[in-house]
């Protein structure tokens, strides 16, 4: 059984940088994709960045091209996403996902889902 537990939201103001962090247990990550999404309050869950197995392939939403990035760590078995230059549109819920196979982009499907961390932007 796959567990992904997320990490590191919180409370910014506008401008601000904050990291999160996705910790995989039960599979080794460095042969999968992983992916980051989320979901604002009365809004659908929307895709944000994924990376594939060996980090050598990203995907990123256009509202935050620029602005976050997507890495991993394999030896850690550990998914990053910093965000830079948030915005109070970019509060959520933001979870970390990962398919069955080594590729992700925003059309792969997602089999496994963190329980999600709060990052709230003020203005």
């Known amino acids: 059984q796959v567990q992904l537990v997320e990490s590191g939201g919180g409370l910014v103001q506008a401008g601000g940088s904050l990291r999160l962090s996705c910790a995989a247990s039960?599979?080794?990550?460095?042969?999968?994709?992983m992916g980051w999404f989320r979901q604002a309050p009365g809004k659908e869950r929307e895709f944000v960045a994924a990376i594939s197995w060996s980090g050598g392939s990203t995907d990123y939403a256009d509202s935050v091209k620029g602005r976050f990035t997507i890495s991993r760590d394999n030896a850690k078995n550990t998914v990053y996403l910093q965000m830079n230059s948030l915005k109070p549109e970019d509060t959520a819920v933001y979870y970390c996902?990962?398919?069955?196979?080594?590729?992700?982009?925003?059309?792969?499907?997602?089999?496994?889902w963190g329980q999600g961390t709060q990052v709230t932007v003020s203005s």
């Open positions: 996902a990962a398919p069955k196979g080594p590729i992700a982009t925003r059309a792969t499907p997602y089999d496994y």
């Open positions: 039960g599979r080794t990550l460095s042969r999968y994709g």
